[in-house]
């Protein structure tokens, strides 16, 4: 019946209406539907909850960890079930590998390359035409820049107490050890059989042994930091290699004055009336002298350069890094400093300033390189079916010009192998090699012991090995950390020639 | 209840009905054939994963389905009805993939002893799915007058709010929501014939009232709205939303009931001013609900953030997106997803509320969008029918009918994919359940009557007819 | 890729694209309705122009465009409504049968009447023919040209 009643036409074209506002919405679901299936979907389908995941960690033989030399750290043995969990070689290398768990999820490498391991990785396209294929997953091995028995020893030199090591070649970046204490055996949190147990009691344990102290620690410095501050006025051309403060020598006695806080250095022998320069100043690590050419760099440009130095930010590394910072960064004051006493005990490590042994590290190693930066690594190349990946070294920035970088060398050449400096470094030293080096006593306030310090590289002409020691609460930096830098080194560079 | 003039009784098609005659509808014919290639194409892919083998993968319950749609089909060129060609296969293609699906899921999801043997899931959904088709023809072809429908608007408002009433009070909570109504040995859920008394109650009233509805004003400042007594439906319809909400815990049902009251009032009277005011009360009302209950604001909390807890509430819907994120853009194939997890199904509830996901996963975005289509067809369908249909009545019935289905399948395809908060409605036609699928398969039938484009007028008298024939492309003036 | 796998991947992508089919189709019957919907305001059948009307409804010199089938009389749902005191709540019917129009008295009290003349059954309708149903009088003429 098409009899046009004056108010048909209205109802259609709201039933038009209507229809559109359907259409849109079908759109948007389409829309959704993209997102998830394509845009999120290479995380969504690598993430440890996906049951697809799930099933082929226990079907699918995960790829190996090896070290430097090939030494297997990592690998795979099935269980009654003939499903597959992990076995690792030994305590030392558990908060580097980590642990890749059926109940427990994953930590260390194993979680930040599970990807690799359990053979996902890949681009979108990659992904796309992966079920064309006849399998699915193509695991690949690790192959790390971690020197297993370096690794071993240097957890074995920290012994019961609680600390962290890091150890790496300055030239490329490649990390050699990575040692937390206290450890645990990983293989008893993948093994079924003990796998509760096990984990129930790392989590109760209050020493943290599950904490990566050298990557996610945070530590008061102590006098180690004055590198940086070095670095911070050279870079900034605030000092040079010889400036000298002329109340330096006064001060030593009563003390220097910073807006009404009195800067004390606790513990050098005389060094007389002479103003120190930076050689001598680093020698005999003064206090005064950091803390006046800190005042003198200015807030911002020391909390600039640190920045350079990887300051300020998780550091680009194949694990999880905590930020390390040289101030709480509340104040008013250039770089986020409260005052001129703030700044003063920052420049030689104290105060708001905290680091990570592995931020420590990674300032020796500068300096070692000529004033480059190189990113950390931790694995080198990755193996599957479809070839090798190699990872190379990469410079990050120059922080420094090369010649201000020995300027600094020198004087931590001097604090290891100087008349004055040696007394606080003992043992640091490499047999035969030129050692450069510094030590560092953080003084935590209150009662507790300060934690000790040392960071250093060897040989000093043509660095090939950076080191930094970090001993918790254990007293003098020169008297702890110093001599088990020392042993390390020369361990290595006896064992790589 | 006001009888005006315009609408005393239903108008009646005109008596010279002719001989009931069967009626080619090539169209539907093509298109089921289609159909069937797909089914069984589908079917093939499903056995060459799950059997191995180049055989499809439940032939009987597959021949019996297409049988279904086939003798659907020639009951509706028997009976000779002008209707609607598009909407069987759309459905017949909705209910094939939900056969494939519910096949291929594990057949103990859901059992069912008769006699001495139990009847898997599989077979469960074959047989509603064809106890649906029949309700569907049948109802498309024996429809013939809407005055039971028009005439006795308020008895059907009365049922429903009975029915409801009936589920709030005796209703058995199934999973958090009190759902179900158990009679004995039989158990259903009634909000979703409730829908279809909803629509068909609306599409009286509005009908009735629409000149009152669009012409006549109060001004509420600078709005201007229906006649306040007009109103009160309206709010107790969004009271009986609210009500839903708070004793059934069915946040789908009351978002799909309001959505589609306010399109329908929306197309009566085309006053936008109605849809922001109905807007308004949506939000305050879901403000409440979310303040006041904890169920609610759990929802909402799990739809904002899943990840936050994958592994506790947000599980199922952290599954789901998973789901489609295996399947990307072709999907894995019928048969390969899901990948088990201790040897049960990664996704809880996935045949009632996330069948979607798992089509997603094994047909990937291109077979979802595929899906979308067909639902954005049978919608199609019912609102053109809609458009052109005979008078207002009709007019709004087959909208609302259209609008039914289409808003439900969004409503539970956007939970599914994070777009809404998870609602338990299912997806028509493809969700496991015997309810869902007949008060659906009463919507289709329905909007078959509806499309009936009327009886063509018979042929000429024998006297001039022939001749006629022999020239049939030219019109020719004929003297009494 | 092995020739199992590269068969099943064939029957998976057939059946995507055979779902795919099915919509092409429908939008194709679409199109085709809508483009036959959009001609078919200016195609009617014919038209009947009301030439007396009394009682004023329908309004004298108004024109309806004819459907296949249309109905006259008394009552609101018939497709024309004459509101004669002489005419029956359905009084007749008008159906285009074939190339014909023919109209069709419902059996009403005072009759249908064409030309004059009285209309026992099923009775030819030509153009320019006048049907009188109770006081009002309508003429059959062509559709409006396009």
Not at chain 1, 323 to 346: C, I, R, W, Y
Not at chain 3, 80 to 109: C, K, M, N
């Amino acid at each position: 019946m098409l009899a046009t009643s004056s108010r048909r036409r209205p109802l259609g074209r709201t039933i038009l209406h209507v229809a559109l506002v359907l259409s849109m919405a079908f759109g948007v679901l389409a829309a959704a539907g993209g997102y998830w299936s394509v845009i999120e979907a290479p995380d969504l389908v690598r993430s440890p909850y996906d049951p697809a995941v799930i099933a082929a960690a226990r079907t699918v033989p995960r790829g190996k960890i090896l070290d430097r030399a090939g030494l297997v750290l990592a690998r795979n043995a099935k269980d009654a079930n003939g499903e597959f969990y992990r076995v690792y070689r030994g305590p030392a290398i558990s908060q580097v590998v980590g642990y890749a768990s059926q109940s427990y999820g994953r930590a260390g490498l194993e979680r930040a390359y599970d990807a690799e391991l359990t053979g996902l990785a890949g681009d979108a396209l990659t992904g796309a035409f992966r079920k064309f294929g006849a399998s699915q997953y193509d695991p690949g091995d690790l192959v790390l820049s971690l020197d297993y028995g370096l690794q071993r020893d240097a957890v074995r030199a920290l012994g019961t107490r609680r600390g962290a090591i890091v150890m790496l070649d300055p030239t490329t970046g490649e990390v050699r050890a990575l040692a937390s204490t206290p450890t645990y055996d990983a293989s008893t949190v993948t093994d079924p059989a003990t796998a509760q147990k096990a984990f129930a009691a790392l989590q109760d344990d209050k020493d943290q042994p599950l904490l990566p102290r050298a990557t996610l620690g945070r530590y008061v410095p102590g006098s180690v930091f004055k590198i940086v501050t070095a670095i911070a006025g050279l870079g900034s051309g605030a000092v040079t290699p010889s400036t000298t403060y002329q109340e330096q020598p006064a001060a030593e006695k009563r003390g220097l004055l910073v807006k009404g806080f009195r800067v004390h250095d606790g513990h050098h022998p005389q060094t007389g009336s002479t103003p120190l320069d930076l050689v001598s100043a680093t020698e005999v690590s003064c206090n005064i002298w950091y803390a006046l050419t800190g005042l003198r760099t200015g807030g911002a440009d020391l909390v600039a350069y640190a920045g350079r130095l990887g300051f300020g930010a998780p550091l680009p590394f194949d694990l999880p890094t905590a930020v390390s910072q040289v101030t709480g960064g509340t104040g008013k004051a250039p770089g986020g400093f409260v005052d001129d006493v703030e700044l003063a005990n920052a420049s030689y490590g104290q105060g708001e300033t905290f680091v990570t042994p592995l931020q420590m590290a990674l300032v020796a190693a500068t300096v070692a390189n000529d004033g480059a930066l190189m990113r950390p690594r931790l694995v080198t190349a990755v193996r599957s079916k479809a070839g090798t990946r190699e990872i190379g070294p990469e410079r990050v920035r120059q922080v420094i010009p090369a010649d201000e970088a020995n300027a600094i060398t020198d004087a931590m050449v001097a604090a290891v192998e100087g008349q004055l400096g040696r007394q606080f470094t003992t043992g640091s030293k490499v047999p035969g090699v030129t050692t450069a080096g510094k030590s560092g006593t953080a003084e935590l306030g209150g009662t507790g012991e300060p934690h000790s310090w040392f960071i250093g590289f060897a040989p000093a002409e043509a660095p090939r090995i950076a080191i930094a020691v970090l001993v918790e609460q254990a007293g003098r930096g020169g008297e702890v950390a110093a001599p088990i830098a020392g042993q390390l080194m020369a361990q290595y560079l006896a064992a790589n020639p | 209840m006001s009888a005006t003039p315009r609408t005393a009784s239903a108008p009646s098609l005109p008596r010279i009905l002719g001989p009931i005659r069967p009626r080619p509808r090539w169209t539907e014919t093509r298109l089921l054939a289609i159909v069937a290639l797909a089914l069984v194409v589908g079917s093939l892919s499903l056995g060459l994963t799950l059997a191995h083998r180049f055989v499809p993968y439940d032939p009987g319950g597959l021949a019996i389905y297409l049988a279904a749609l086939g003798g659907a089909h020639v009951a509706m060129v028997l009976a000779g009805r002008r209707s609607d060609q598009i909407l069987l296969p759309a459905v017949g293609l909705l209910g094939g993939i939900s056969l494939l699906l519910m096949q291929r899921l594990p057949q103990d999801l859901v059992t069912l002893d008769v006699g001495g043997s139990t009847i898997g899931l599989g077979d469960i959904q074959l047989a509603w799915l064809c106890l649906a088709i029949a309700v569907a023809t049948t109802l498309g072809i024996v429809v013939r007058s809407d005055t039971w429908l028009r005439r006795y608007k308020y008895t059907w408002a009365a049922v429903g709010i009975a029915l409801l009433l009936l589920t709030f009070v005796l209703g058995v909570d199934v999973g958090g929501q009190r759902l179900t109504l158990r009679i004995g040995p039989v158990s259903g859920q009634p909000s979703e014939l409730l829908k279809v008394i909803l629509v068909v109650f609306l599409a009286g009233y509005l009908s009735e009232n629409r000149p009152l509805l669009i012409e006549q004003d109060t001004r509420l400042g600078p709005l201007r709205l229906p006649p306040l007594p007009y109103l009160a439906p309206m709010v107790a319809m969004w009271a009986i939303a609210l009500g839903i909400v708070v004793v059934q815990r069915d946040l789908g049902a009351a978002l799909l009931f309001f959505a589609v009251f306010l399109a329908l009032l929306y197309a009566a009277t085309g006053r936008l001013s109605l849809v922001l005011i109905g807007l308004v009360l949506f939000v305050l009302g879901s403000a409440l609900m979310a303040s006041l209950f904890d169920h609610v604001r759990a929802r909402i909390d799990i739809w904002i953030d899943p990840f936050a807890d994958p592994l506790g509430t947000g599980y199922q819907i952290v599954q789901s997106l998973h789901a489609f994120a295996r399947g990307g853009l072709l999907g894995v194939g019928l048969g390969a997803g899901l990948p088990m997890v201790g040897g049960r199904l990664p996704i809880p509830e996935i045949h009632t509320d996330f069948p979607l996901a798992a089509l997603g996963e094994e047909l990937g975005l291109v077979g979802v969008i595929a899906i979308l289509g067909l639902y954005l067809v049978v919608v199609e369908r019912g609102l053109r029918i809609g458009a052109s249909a005979a008078d207002d009545f009709r007019s709004i019935l087959a909208t609302g009918l259209a609008l039914v289905i289409g808003v439900q399948a969004v409503i539970i395809a956007a939970g599914d994919l994070k777009v809404l908060p998870l609602t338990g409605v299912t997806l028509p036609f493809i969700s496991y359940g015997g309810s869902s699928l007949l008060a659906n398969a009463v919507v289709v039938g329905l909007l078959l009557a509806l499309s009936d484009k009327g009886v063509e007028p018979p042929p000429p008298p024998t006297t001039s007819g022939w001749r006629s024939r022999l020239r049939p492309s030219r019109l020719r003036r004929r003297s009494p | 890729m092995d020739g199992f796998l590269a068969v099943i991947w064939i029957v998976r992508l057939l059946f995507l694209a055979l779902l795919y089919l099915f919509l092409a189709r429908v939008v194709r019957s679409l199109l085709r309705d809508i483009r036959a919907a959009a001609r078919e305001p200016s195609s009617s059948l014919g038209r009947l122009i009301v030439l007396d009307s009394p009682s004023g409804e329908p309004a004298q010199g108004r024109s309806f465009d004819l459907d296949a089938i249309t109905t006259l009389g008394r009552d609101v749902n018939n497709a024309i409504v004459i509101d004669d005191p002489f005419a029956s709540a359905e009084h007749a019917v008008l159906t285009y049968r074939g190339q014909s129009w023919y109209v069709e008295d419902l059996g009403s009290t005072n009759g249908t009447y064409i030309n004059g003349g009285p209309v026992a059954d099923l009775s030819p309708l030509g153009y320019g023919d006048e049907v009188a149903i109770g006081q009002v009088r309508l003429r059959l003429e062509r559709a409006r040209p396009a």
